[in-house]
């Protein structure tokens, strides 16, 4: 325990913490959207339950992940398979690592393609009901607690791999990496039940978040065809639809107070 926190007196290594733990937050912002929205079906206790072990559960599977990361880092580096040479010049622009990336399928590339796979299929199923307004109570009698978990625990496992991976490429300090997930866990965990209450209260956020969802799913598709796409865009489109819903909402607000 010791040698885990020997940092501890250096400021540098502070600095490493406070920025480490800033970014984990923010790549657990559509973890957290995702548990928002999956236990939604959920009421009373059992909507509590499932938030917390969604939430907490990433935390201990984070950690998990940090303890084997060399193994994590092998899924990454050994291809189960290769493509074809042209598709890496289609996708790679001449860049030669762009191009030994995208025709060399990993283990690491299959969770990354099947966890988009998920997302699209979950967010389009949730779009769906929502706008068809049919089949939506049979789906909230149908959604049953073990369900969620399972589905929380599979798309945890997705995320996890972004948050494991940024970690390590901000420090090789074991007990920096450890920190800022439990950290960023307990921002996670003061902002959930808020979150979901809100988005509960304002369905035109819902869609939002699950339109959000659909982006991360083809993002996480495409890392995982070796097409990488800059999640400051994906942050950026969340953050400049969720401010324009944001007006909308205090107008809505205003027209409703001026009508009476």
């Known amino acids: ?21 800033f970014l984990e937050v923010v790549l657990g912002i559509d973890n957290l959207l995702f548990i928002s929205i999956g236990v939604s079906k959920l009421q009373g206790k059992q909507r509590d339950l499932a938030s917390n072990i969604g939430v907490w559960g990433a935390m201990v599977l984070r950690i ?19 493509l074809p040479h042209a598709y890496g010049e289609l996708v790679g622009h001449g860049n030669e690592e762009a191009i030994k990336e995208a025709v060399e399928v990993t283990i690491k590339d299959l969770i990354l393609i099947g966890g988009g796979l998920f997302l699209l299929y979950k967010a389009t199923e949730e779009i769906h009901a929502s706008v068809e307004g049919t089949g939506h109570e049979e789906g909230k009698a149908a959604t049953n607690f073990n369900s969620v978990i399972i589905q929380l625990i599979t798309i945890n496992i997705v995320f996890s791999m972004d948050s494991v991976i940024t970690a390590v490429g901000m420090t090789d300090v074991l007990g920096i990496m450890i920190l800022a997930v439990i950290l960023s866990t307990f921002v996670m965990a ?46 950026f489109s969340l953050a400049f639809s969720l401010g324009v819903e944001m007006i909308n909402i205090l107008q809505r607000k205003k027209n409703v107070n001026g009508g009476h």
Do not use: C, Q
Not at 224 to 234: C, D, E, S, T
């Open 64 to 82: 998990l992940m940090l303890g084997g990361i060399f193994w994590i880092i092998s899924l990454g580096a050994n291809a189960l398979f290769t």
């Open 190 to 235: 003061v902002a959930a039940k808020p979150l979901t209450t809100f988005v509960d209260a304002h369905p035109t956020v819902k869609t939002l978040a699950l339109a959000f969802i659909l982006l991360v799913g083809v993002a996480l598709i495409a890392d995982g065809a070796g097409v990488h796409i800059p999640r400051g865009f994906l942050y």
């Open 1 to 21: 325990m010791e040698n885990l926190f020997h940092w501890i007196a250096d400021p540098a290594h502070w600095m490493s913490l406070i920025t480490l733990t």
